[in-house]
């Protein structure tokens, strides 16, 4: 087997990851709408693990970010202050793969995340009629995500 | 000690954690004397909505999405809100005082800009919604003065419903 081209985080058994991301059960890497984002070429065996740390990474940031988020916004009022905050935007450098970590964290527990969902869709699933309640603009995006199998 | 567990918990709801340091700069006159919870953590509504007696809608004069109010106005000058409750029937007030009769609330403002607002229950007790978290009842209006909301300079009255 090839030897992976990373560095394997201490405390993970390289070996497990190459079983569990052998191509023969895997496709490729897929993006947030479940295409495929390399060519076909791509050697699966290197390219799939680099992957797998690289989404393990961005759910460590979005954790951290989303935590100092809701941290300094908890007392506010104004969507406008809430969605200006620094962790929050930060969270727009994962891209669309953000997007179901988002979903999966709006439907765990309510909060304002339509506007960065606006954002890395560039998606609006949320009527006119509804945009002003909360309660209905969260139930259209959640319904959007199952749409898009990005949530369960 | 068990004070200062009081006011941590208050806040931890939401799986936040704020340290006692950063509560005493945000509220520098709320004591655990002066105040109690009265909800679990609900984030479907905030102080605006709860002080004009709505616990479904997020009021905020803005057009971000998620955001209601009652005319559809936006900005954050005081006026703003003065003119949304006016709307329901309350008139500008000079003071915060208990007024037999009178369901009385209070904008709180930094800048001239509208940051929270607080209703009047009985006399002496306030009951405000912090932001995203829980509501309280406090005894004075300035337990919530500080850097985070500024000061209560704005009030309103309306009869209460069946006066």
């Known amino acids: ?152 | 000690m068990g004070h200062r567990k009081e006011i941590i918990r208050l806040v931890m709801a939401w799986g936040i954690s704020i340290t006692e340091d950063e509560l005493r700069i945000k509220f520098p006159n709320l004591r655990p004397e002066n105040f109690e919870k009265r909800s679990l953590h609900d984030p479907f509504y905030n102080c605006i909505g709860f002080a004009g007696h709505d616990r479904e809608n997020w009021w905020w004069p803005s057009n971000q999405k998620g955001a209601y109010w009652p005319n559809g106005d936006t900005g954050l000058e005081v006026e703003t809100f003065i003119r949304a409750f006016a709307s329901f029937g309350y008139e500008r007030c000079e003071s915060a005082d208990y007024e037999e009769h009178y369901e009385k609330v209070a904008i709180y403002s930094l800048g001239g800009n509208g940051t929270h607002m607080a209703r009047q229950i009985k006399r002496g007790l306030w009951v405000s919604k912090l932001g995203q978290i829980e509501d309280i009842a406090h005894l004075t209006l300035q337990c919530l003065e500080g850097p985070e909301y500024g000061k209560a300079k704005d009030f309103m009255r309306r009869l209460h419903l069946g006066a």
Not at chain 1, 56 to 78: G, P
Not at chain 1, 89 to 118: D, M, Y
């Open chain 1, 1 to 152: 087997m090839t030897e992976p081209l990373y560095n394997v985080p201490e405390g993970v058994d390289r070996r497990r990851v190459s079983k569990q991301f052998h191509v023969a059960d895997y496709r490729g890497p897929r993006d947030a709408w479940g295409i495929e984002i390399s060519e076909p070429s791509v050697d699966w065996q290197l390219v799939v693990p680099i992957n797998y740390y690289a989404s393990l990474e961005r759910r460590a940031h979005f954790q951290q970010w989303c935590k100092e988020w809701k941290h300094e916004t908890a007392l506010q009022s104004s969507p406008d202050r809430i969605c200006s905050n620094k962790s929050y935007l930060k969270i727009l450098t994962l891209g669309k793969a953000a997007v179901p970590l988002i979903l999966s964290e709006l439907q765990r527990e309510p909060a304002h995340w339509f506007f960065l969902l606006e954002i890395l869709t560039d998606e609006d699933p949320v009527s006119p009629a509804d945009a002003h309640s909360f309660k209905r603009v969260r139930e259209a995006w959640l319904k959007w995500g199952i749409e898009k199998k990005l949530l369960d």
